[in-house]
């Protein structure tokens, strides 16, 4: 899927803009199971991108049974990590759902090409919920020792899971 979620974004990395989606699923067995990739209509700048029209992408959760489970986004040419920006994005996600990933492709990073986060619990979700800014801003480390965001390991990859793309771009 973050392959397949590459090849619709090239033509915006070619342009150093930012793409962002929805990954979206369903609970089976007490486990979440992403199924579908949405992409959203959306502006973009090099390190930031927004959705639009977001009833569209709740039609589709609606129609489908969905879960929204996470985000996906690239970082054109900056290497994979969690901005202040994304942090407070993920956060929308982890409160509604504690396992909510946020996946970060950065095809110009050959050290780290792709990442699985989310927040920190609870750690980095006080610092984010308590957090007033917006826009680009440099956080506190949580007072626990723990970084703000970490890499997610309850995450297991099955490339050979089929999956649905719905772009409404």
């Known amino acids: 899927m973050m392959e397949d979620f590459l090849r619709l974004a090239r033509a915006n990395t070619e342009k150093n803009l930012e793409t962002c989606g929805v990954l979206a699923g369903s609970l089976k067995n007490r486990v979440f199971h992403i199924t579908t990739l949405i992409i ?22 609606d129609k489908l049974s969905l879960f929204p489970l996470g985000w996906i986004h690239t970082h054109p040419t900056q290497t994979c990590f969690m901005s202040s920006v994304d942090l407070h994005t993920h956060y929308s996600y982890q409160i509604m759902l504690p396992e909510a990933i946020a996946i ?38 949580p007072s626990d020792g723990t970084p703000i ?11 050979k899971i089929k999956f649905d793309v719905v772009d409404l771009r």
């Open 40 to 61: 959203p209509k959306q502006e973009s700048t090099s390190d930031s991108c927004s959705t639009l029209n977001e009833e569209e992408i709740f039609e589709v959760q």
């Open 104 to 141: 970060v492709m950065a095809p110009t990073d050959t050290s780290s090409p792709h990442g699985i986060f989310h927040l920190s619990d609870p750690g980095g979700v006080s610092i984010i919920r308590n957090c007033q800014q917006r826009g680009f801003h440099p956080h506190e480390e």
């Open 149 to 159: 965001y970490e890499h997610c390991s309850h995450v297991f990859m099955n490339p």
